[in-house]
């Protein structure tokens, strides 16, 4: 393994540091035994979900993650880690985590940061468990449109039934002034 010189390891913390400012969810994993297949397997399939999967030393993530969110579990960076970093949809790289360490690959979820706030393994596993964001956004539409459109119809039922009165009465009315047969 080469030495990086000091313009590239500022160059790696600069990068680091961009990403996790703008990231929604970051996970700090163990990949120790994780070969380069199944590691390309890995970032191919967080990059399709707009998520990233970087390893580095530690002494660079704990120094890229000052000043951002993720500086709250910069102790945490020890061992053979990788971060995996989710800018949109948390949801996301979430399931292709969890899917990933379920399918008996090298992979461990030790820790996350959602939105600033550190969770464990067990709730990146339930984040996982969400519907995806697109999902999520069409249920709240249909929720949305559901509200206006039982709105119409209530209002639209009151001139309905106020017509069915009157007609009531008019027939009744009616019959009632009618002159009687002999």
């Known amino acids: 393994m080469r030495t990086l010189r000091l313009e590239e390891k500022q160059q790696i913390v600069e990068d680091l540091h961009g990403r996790f400012a703008k990231a929604s969810l970051v996970v700090l994993t163990e990949y120790k035994g994780l070969n380069v297949a199944e ?20 002494t660079l993530l704990a120094r890229a993650a000052e000043g951002t969110p993720v500086e709250g579990v910069r102790v945490e960076f020890q061992g053979p880690g990788a971060v995996a970093i989710g800018y949109a949809d948390p949801v996301a790289p979430a399931k292709i985590l969890t899917q990933f360490a379920d399918e008996g690959k090298k992979l461990k979820i030790r820790l996350a940061v959602l939105d600033g706030r550190r969770i464990g393994p067990e709730e990146v596993k339930a984040l996982a468990e969400l519907p995806s964001r697109e999902v999520l956004l069409a249920q709240a539409l249909a929720a949305m449109a559901a509200v206006p459109a039982s709105f119409v119809r209530v209002l639209a039922g009151v001139p309905r039934s106020l017509l069915t009165v009157l007609q009531a009465i008019g027939e009744t009315k009616g019959a009632a002034g009618a002159p009687a047969a002999a």
């Open 39 to 58: 590691a390309s397997d890995l970032r191919r399939r967080l990059r399709q979900a707009g998520a990233d999967f970087k390893v580095a030393k530690n």
